[in-house]
Structure formats: C-alpha cells, structure tokens
C-alpha cells in the first residue's frame, strides 16, 4: 500500500489511522473468539469419544459395537482437523516498537511533515497486519466450519448405518 501524504491533512491521516487500529483489534477479538470456539468444540468432541471408548469397554468381551467405534474414530479425525486452531499463531497486534519509530530518517524532517511521515509508515505498517490478520482467521474459522460440518454429517451416517445394520 502506497499513497501520497501530501493529499492528505494531518487530522485526515489521524482518523485513518484511528480507523486502522479499531479495525486491527476487531481481527485480534476475531481470531481469539474462533480460537475460543475451537476450545469448546474439542471438549465436547473427547466428551463424545469419551462416553463411545467408555460403551466399548463396558461391553465386556463381546463383539465391538461398529457405531461408537466408528463414533470415536469420527471425532479424532475432526479433533485433528481443529488442532491448528489451538496452537499459536502469528497475530499482528496494536501498537508499534519504539525502535521503528525512532530512526534518523524521521529525525531529518521538522514539523508537520514529520508527523504525517509517522502516520504514512503506521497506516502501512497497519493495513500489513490486517490484511495478515483476517487471513489467519479465516482459515481458522474454516477448519472450524470443516471440522463441524464433518463430525455432524459423519455422525449421521453413522446413525443411519447403525440403524440400518442393526
């Protein structure tokens, strides 16, 4: 991204960046809730394995019930879908080091046009981390989306199996 300073006021560029920031932390707040939703979905994925291994093993000897056998295999597979969502990623965050701002560069340049020079690096800097940001979380939000649709459909044919064979 790329544009003139010159065709821009110094409030014109404070409400852009302004604009930038919120729009940032929206991402951030997106990213934690798809991540938080992940959370959630897993646990109710390993309470579902859970009660099918514990069917299983109370059967006592017997012949394998193929539905919570293939119940429990259907939400592992779905649960390893969601496993990126729950290891960290990289997220651009508000704010900026000191260090980037203060340069040499900036110290050669008095006045307002120091100020608008700061603003152009950080609306850059920002539109960077948004951009970076909506992708990590719409890949998020589609294993999420994946995984759902998955473990709700397979479990379906399950039933249906289930109820057909038996």
């Known amino acids: 991204m790329e544009f003139d300073i010159e065709k821009y ?3 014109s560029l404070g409400l852009i960046y302004n604009e930038a920031i919120s ?8 990213f934690r809730e798809v991540t938080n939703k992940s959370y959630v979905t897993i646990g109710i994925y390993f309470s579902i394995i859970s009660y099918s291994l514990s069917k299983l093993f109370d059967l006592e000897y017997s012949e394998i019930d193929p539905f919570f056998f293939s119940i ?3 939400m592992f597979i779905t649960s390893g879908i969601l496993l990126g969502n729950i290891l960290p990623a990289k997220m651009t965050m508000p704010g ?8 040499s560069y900036y110290e050669a340049i008095n006045g307002e046009n120091q100020l608008k020079l700061y ?3 950080r609306i850059i800097d920002l539109d960077t981390g948004i ?5 990590v979380v719409n890949i998020r939000a589609k294993r999420l989306r994946i ?9 379906f044919i399950s039933f249906f199996i289930y109820g057909v064979v038996v």
Do not use: D, M, R, V
């Open 131 to 135: 951009n970076h940001n909506i992708g």
């Open 23 to 30: 729009h940032l932390t929206e991402t951030f707040k997106s």
């Open 9 to 11: 006021e110094k409030e």
């Open 147 to 155: 995984s759902i649709t998955l473990s709700i459909a397979f479990t």
């Open 72 to 74: 429990a295999i259907i």
């Open 119 to 121: 603003y152009k690096q």
């Open 96 to 103: 900026c080091k000191p260090e980037k701002l203060i340069h």
